[in-house]
């Protein structure tokens, strides 16, 4: 039976170690198969000790194996092997990478002439300069009057205005 209970804490110790590695090696869901199977050897030799620890060894894999599993992910990433295995956050990407992100920001509210019919993309005229734009919805016109509402990407968002008398 002492021999039986280091099987059952050998197997439940190889089972979170393989869990680990198929955190950090592309095994393609074979590691998991294989931690699992250990954890379930573990639990039927539980069982063959009595009923009371194979169904105590379930509730505390059940709980315990999830709680190890996100300490890993939580914990591994801040690791020294860890920095080196996983890669660094993206940073918060802006539109100051095109100087022209902040012109065409700077053009919301202004309105202008459509160059083209816009379906819903072509080309507007707004303070002399010819822009590319998106018709916020449905299609606008060539020659109609437009206004600016907002930007997206590297176009113009437009709205037809009608046009005063």
Request: net charge positive.
């Given at each position: 039976m002492a021999w039986t209970i280091v099987e059952i804490i050998l197997l439940v110790a190889a089972?979170?170690?393989i869990f680990l590695l198929e955190t950090v090696i592309p095994s393609f869901g074979l590691l998991a198969v294989m931690g699992t199977a250990a954890l379930v050897g573990a639990v039927v030799l539980s069982f063959s000790i009595?009923?009371?620890?194979g169904i105590a060894m379930?509730?505390?894999l059940l709980v315990g194996v999830p709680l190890y599993l996100i300490g890993v992910f939580r914990v591994l990433p801040n690791t020294f092997i860890g920095r080196r295995l996983f890669l660094a956050k993206m940073p918060e990407l802006t539109a100051t990478g095109t100087?022209?992100?902040?012109?065409y920001e700077s053009?919301?509210?202004q309105t202008g002439q459509a160059e083209s019919a816009l379906r819903p993309v072509g080309i507007v005229r707004i303070q002399g300069?010819?822009?590319p734009a998106l018709a916020e919805?449905?299609?606008?016109a060539m020659g109609a009057t437009v206004k600016v509402i907002a930007t997206d990407g590297m176009n113009l968002v437009v709205r037809a205005v009608a046009q005063e008398a």
């Open positions: 089972g979170l170690m009595s009923n009371v620890l379930i509730v505390a100087p022209q992100a902040q012109h053009l919301i509210g300069q010819r822009l919805s449905g299609v606008i």
